[in-house]
């Protein structure tokens, strides 16, 4: 291993393979590098470790004392009420009346709600070109309605896939009693 | 390295270089490691994609978890001030020592009323699982409120900015807990936060 000559004369007993009768007293450093490396280790796995904490998910300005503004015309809308057992249901138009479209049941993820709300913005976003619409202003608006049975996982995963599908217009909305029996009658508000 | 001139070979390989290498990397991430602190609530906040950084100060933290809400902010000015008018909010004073302890206590999660015996804890105490209650929001005594409102008055008198807020929610949490404590922000007319999460891709 490496060696470190001391330079002091005799005395130390040498501690390589070699022990020749001249002075040459080495220190084998095996040891130290081994420690070193284990302490490597230890603030690699520590650092790694400490730094998912400071990643964030910025709410936007959520006015929430504005519901749907009733100029929203219901093909704008897509409606999604939080369920239990990470299950959503959706619908699209306003619960006043038959909704347009659903109501479904649907998981969240790519697999899931990702896919719906990707056609649905197509949807309204060929509408608006074909109009000659305002894409920004008449965009798709999306509700959010957590019920009680939902978990927060739940809201950041939505939230989230607001993220990811870009979907500028969103509110979170308290659920009404049509949409609880919406739960209730897909067997997801346990 | 021997010099000496042996019929057999060396089997000794030099390993200064890489002895050097090694205390290089470790003084490396001795430097950027940032320690943990340890909580006195565990939350498990759940992932998003976002990758926005959380501000490093003016910054108050609320942690739901169990159905429990704690609080604590940035900076031990902040932390004292907040605590001297609560204090006289609700008719309790702190001395100087105590209030010299409690700037050092990152979050808690306690009635008003019984925060002089928290600060008296050790900090080994006050970690413990169900040492600490959370801070009462209920609408006959809502201090989580006024704690919010009051470290707002202070970020203002002091560095003229308003605070941010930052939600560390338990992904198991249920929804009316943190609808609460949003309904709470939302009544300040605190409408944009920060919610803090862990790191995934889009996969999932």
Known sequence: MAELNTGDGGGKKGGGKVRSKKSNPGVDLTAMVDLAFLLITFFILTTTLSKPQSMNLALPDENKDTETPPETPAWRTLTLVLGSDDKLVWYSGRTDGPPLDGPAVSTYGKAGIRDLILSKKKGVDDRNKAEGADLEKSGITIILKPSEKSNYKNFVDILDEMAITKVKKYATVDITPEDIKMLESNNIYN | ?204
């Open chain 2, 1 to 204: 390295m021997a010099k000496i001139k042996m019929a057999k070979k060396s089997t000794k390989v030099d390993m200064t270089a890489m002895c050097d290498m090694a205390f290089l990397l470790l003084s490396f991430f001795i430097m950027t490691a940032t320690a943990k602190v340890p909580e006195a609530l565990p939350v498990d906040t759940p992932a998003s994609t976002n990758q926005t950084k959380l501000p490093e100060e003016n910054l108050g933290t609320l942690s739901i978890a169990q159905g429990k809400v704690f609080y604590g902010v940035t900076g031990r000015e902040e932390r004292i001030k907040a605590l001297e008018k609560m204090g006289d909010k609700y008719g309790v004073t702190f001395t100087s020592d105590e209030q010299k302890k409690f700037s050092l206590i990152d979050g808690f999660g306690v009635d008003i009323r019984q925060m002089k015996q928290l600060i008296a804890m050790k900090n080994e105490d006050r970690m413990r699982e169900g040492t600490q209650p959370g801070i009462p929001l209920d609408s006959t005594n809502n201090q989580l409120a006024d704690w919010i409102k009051i470290s707002r008055e202070v970020t203002k008198d002091m560095h003229n900015k308003d605070l941010d807020i930052a939600i560390k929610g338990d992904s198991k949490e249920e929804y009316p807990t943190v609808k609460k404590v949003l309904d709470i922000l939302q009544k300040q007319n605190k409408n944009n936060f920060f919610l803090v999460t862990g790191l995934r891709s889009e996969d999932f």
